[in-house]
């Protein structure tokens, strides 16, 4: 079984600055992408980043490229930078292994339990 957990959520005015991080865990955590998604009070969950297994390819939703950067640490540990925040950003955000082709289809395997961005304006 594997399991994600985020941290690094919080309240942040606009234009200001957060790292999420994941943490995956589990003996058969392997060779996964991983990505992050966000979901805001009365609307869909959306994809917003992933990175490849070898931490090489990134993938990023408009709304969020070049503010957004993720990054990976190792093969169980990823990172979502978060500059320039906006008021709409404020969500709630999931961590999600799966292949990079399924995250980008929002169709993952693994999902942590979420992390709440607050940006105030």
């Known amino acids: 079984q594997v399991q994600l957990v985020e941290s690094g959520g919080g309240l942040v005015q606009a234009g200001g600055s957060l790292r999420l991080s994941c943490a995956a865990s589990?003996?058969?955590?392997?060779?996964?992408?991983m990505g992050w998604f966000r979901q805001a009070p009365g609307k869909e969950r959306e994809f917003v980043a992933a990175v490849t297994w070898s931490g090489s390819g990134t993938y990023y939703a408009d709304s969020v490229k070049g503010r957004f950067t993720i990054s990976r640490a190792n093969a169980k540990t990823v990172y979502l930078q978060m500059n320039s925040l906006k008021s709409e950003d404020t969500a709630v955000y999931y961590c999600?292994?799966?292949?990079?082709?399924?995250?980008?289809?929002?169709?993952?395997?693994?999902w942590g339990q979420g992390t709440q961005v607050t940006v105030s304006s």
């Open positions: 999600a292994a799966d292949r990079v082709t399924s995250i980008l289809k929002g169709v993952c395997d693994y």
């Open positions: 589990g003996r058969t955590f392997s060779n996964y992408a």
